[in-house]
């Protein structure tokens, strides 16, 4: 090949400047890059094929990544070809762990050093070029001038290997050697490439410990409350199946909703830390099973005051007993008869006893509603008098007891409540206190917003619906479908689908949740994909989607 002139040397800088623009300005995608990668300097070599090697994770082979050839219209591996390779890789080390210098590719990767040959099958420097005389024999090709260069990083890391076969005479179409100046081209441009792909590596490299260590956190409220780890497990995951669906409607008040991968990425990652705020709310308070729990169930407390009572029912008993006394016959009959009687009353007084602990115990319990008259029998119970180990008489129920098992629905005080309530504003300052990068900016709204309600009486804003995000309001919907259908919480059974559905339809109604995201929830099945991922197949009951509130098929 002629050397090149003024104007072609111009036209490859021009090349080199604007794919090192448009490297820098890649996408994440990778493989894409590599691609433009090779086919950029395959152009600017006039060479017939290329082929692009990766190192492997534990950088002992080279792994075929791209190969292509014009004159044998071939094109396998990256991401434009669905014809994957299944060339073997090439061993960077022996067996010993010695570096491998029989290969070109390997040569080139071990000494960080550019190869180029004008024939292969003439040059003695290298003896194992039998997969490339198999490929020859295989295809009735011809490989003869070879350039390969090493892909290094800012750290003079080896990431891969860029190898050009047969450079193409651009007059003749005549095979020639690569030039001096191939050589050098390709070298700047292999920098450059090394370069951008080690910066995708590294963001791809960063986003990913970012998300671990989001994970982590989720880890620690785990290992804290159980309960609440698989909720912010499932939470994400139901997020992404409501947005999806929402993403794919072309029809309706929301067919404008749509996400680019940046967008779902966001989101997911929203849905992460949706709830790192509870890995400051006390463990007494998420787990609180009973009504009367903090670290233990005092209802065990309880039950020993009324065994106390019983104790004292019976010593006052026992004590008339011994009052009756005399040995007249007529005293001995009425006081058989008194004896009687007696006893009637401590087996009533014993029984009453026993019933009232059994409604305790039931109350403690919690549930959905505890009617007026129970509240007001818990206060009478209450005001039941018992003389303590230090001869003390007192109230049966102190003021906090009381108060707990007064409760009117769940197992939580409305101090306690505020103490869950506050997880959300704390999970806002958690996130409103790191340095978002653009692209993950909105985190914070849509994480912050999952217990907002349209009709603006939700916490902790108060915004209404249309002061939110739809990724908010989306967000909103999994939140409360999953605490619904969870079965594993320690203070109520997992409801089934048509229960859910029930209770979030008349969400849809009044206000709490977005009826157009439901509507979609609905329409699009989103609750039995994620039902048939999540759910207990005991809680999967048919659904009578015509008679779910607020949707209409």
Request: proline letters at 4%; hydrophobic letters at 40%; a negative charge.
């Amino acid at each position: 090949m002629a050397a090149l002139d003024h104007a072609q040397i111009a036209q490859r800088l021009e090349q080199l400047t604007e794919l090192s623009v448009a490297l820098s300005s890649s996408s994440h995608d990778i493989p894409l890059l590599l691609e433009r990668i090779l086919q950029s300097a395959k152009a600017m070599t006039h060479a017939d094929g290329g082929t692009l090697y990766r190192t492997s994770a534990d950088k002992r082979s080279l792994a075929f990544h791209i190969a292509v050839n014009d004159t044998l219209q071939m094109y396998r591996g990256g991401g434009g070809s669905d014809q994957a390779i299944d060339m073997p890789a090439i061993a960077l080390v022996d067996a010993e762990g010695r570096p491998n210098l029989t290969a070109v590719a390997a040569y080139a990767a071990n000494l960080k050093q550019a190869v180029n040959i004008a024939d292969v099958y003439q040059t003695d420097l290298f003896n194992n070029f039998s997969e490339m005389r198999k490929f020859d024999d295989l295809h009735n090709y011809r490989c003869k001038s070879l350039l390969t260069v090493p892909l290094l990083d800012h750290e003079e890391q080896l990431i891969g290997v860029l190898q050009l076969i047969n450079a193409m005479d651009h007059d003749s179409g005549a095979v020639v050697p690569f030039t001096d100046t191939d050589q050098r081209f390709i070298e700047a441009l292999a920098s450059q490439a090394a370069i951008a792909v080690s910066n995708q590596l590294l963001i791809g490299q960063l986003e990913n410990l970012f998300e671990s260590l989001v994970k982590l956190i989720n880890i620690g409220i785990d290992e804290k409350s159980p309960n609440t780890g698989r909720h912010c497990q499932h939470v994400p995951e139901l997020t992404m199946m409501l947005a999806d669906a929402v993403h794919r409607a072309n029809e309706g008040p929301l067919a404008n909703f749509k996400m680019t991968g940046r967008d779902r990425r966001e989101l997911w990652m929203a849905g992460l830390l949706h709830d790192c705020g509870k890995i400051t709310t006390p463990v007494h308070v998420i787990e609180k099973a009973t009504k009367l729990e903090t670290i233990v169930d005092r209802i065990h407390i309880v039950d020993t005051r009324f065994e106390v009572l019983k104790r004292d029912a019976q010593l006052r008993h026992l004590n008339r007993l011994l009052e009756l006394g005399g040995d007249a016959s007529a005293q001995q009959a009425s006081a058989a008869q008194l004896r009687q009687e007696m006893q009637q009353e401590l087996q009533q007084e014993l029984a009453r006893l026993d019933d009232d602990r059994a409604f305790l115990r039931k109350a403690n319990i919690g549930g959905e509603r505890m009617s007026q008259e129970a509240l007001d029998r818990v206060a009478d119970i209450a005001r039941r008098r018992w003389t303590g180990p230090d001869g003390v008489e007192r109230d049966l129920l102190d003021q906090e007891e009381l108060c707990n098992l007064s409760i009117r629905a769940g197992t939580l005080t409305e101090a306690e409540r505020k103490i869950i309530n506050n997880h959300i504003s704390v999970t806002i300052r958690m996130l409103e206190a790191l340095p978002w990068p653009q692209h993950l900016k909105n985190v914070p709204e849509y994480a912050g917003g999952h217990h907002e309600r349209m009709d603006g009486k939700g916490y902790p804003r108060g915004l209404r619906g249309d002061q939110m995000s739809v990724q908010a309001r989306v967000m909103a919907i999994a939140d409360i479908f999953e605490a619904l259908t969870a079965k594993d919480r320690p203070y109520k059974p997992g409801k089934s689908l048509t229960e859910s559905l029930e209770i979030l339809g008349k969400f849809s109604l009044n206000g709490h949740i977005d009826p157009d995201l439901f509507d979609v929830f609905v329409r699009a099945k989103v609750y039995l994909q994620y039902a048939q991922r999540f759910m207990d197949p005991a809680q999967i009951d048919q659904v009578n989607e015509s008679s779910i509130p607020g949707y209409r098929p």
